[in-house]
């Protein structure tokens, strides 16, 4: 029915929201805003609204944006206007997959996100903020 198809719209939107998380769907200017941040640290999740797994990796996500206040945190949501730049320009072929930047150096980290494979993003991203606060990265 039209209602249940407009609520399960509405029900994917609510799962990729939470206000540690911004969504960004124009990403032509996707190196500037990693360059305007404020946190040295941009933990970005690529996901398809339409997508089962990305739905279930997404709540495991924004709990990592509740743990790390020192991280910027990005959703990027495939939309029609952004896919051939998320391919060409970011490489990202599947989806819901992960990316790792240092806000000034770039991709640190590009990684499969899957809901059982979060403990091993969080690691990484663990892992390269350690890194450049004891200054041993790069």
């Known amino acids: 029915s039209r209602v249940g198809a407009a609520l399960g719209g509405i029900q994917r939107?609510?799962?990729?929201?939470?206000?540690r998380v911004e969504v960004i769907e124009d990403v032509s200017n996707f190196d500037a805003i990693l360059k305007s941040t404020?946190?040295?640290f941009v933990a970005v999740f690529f996901?398809?609204?339409v997508c089962k797994a990305c739905?279930?990796?997404a709540p495991h996500f924004y709990k990592l944006s509740q743990k790390y206040s020192n991280v910027k945190f990005l959703s990027v949501?495939?939309?029609p206007g952004n896919k051939a730049t998320l391919q060409q320009d970011l490489g990202v072929e599947k989806f819901p997959f992960g990316h790792i930047y240092h806000?000034?150096?770039?991709?640190l980290d590009e990684l499969p996100i899957l809901r059982?494979?979060?403990?091993?993003?969080?690691?990484?991203?663990k892992s390269h903020v350690s890194a450049w606060s004891l200054g041993t990265a790069l």
């Open 13 to 19: 939107r609510i799962l990729f929201q939470s206000p």
């Open 47 to 49: 996901h398809s609204p």
């Open 77 to 79: 949501p495939l939309t």
């Open 116 to 125: 059982k494979l979060v403990p091993h993003f969080e690691e990484r991203l």
């Open 38 to 40: 404020k946190e040295q």
């Open 55 to 57: 739905q279930a990796a």
């Open 103 to 107: 806000s000034q150096h770039g991709l």
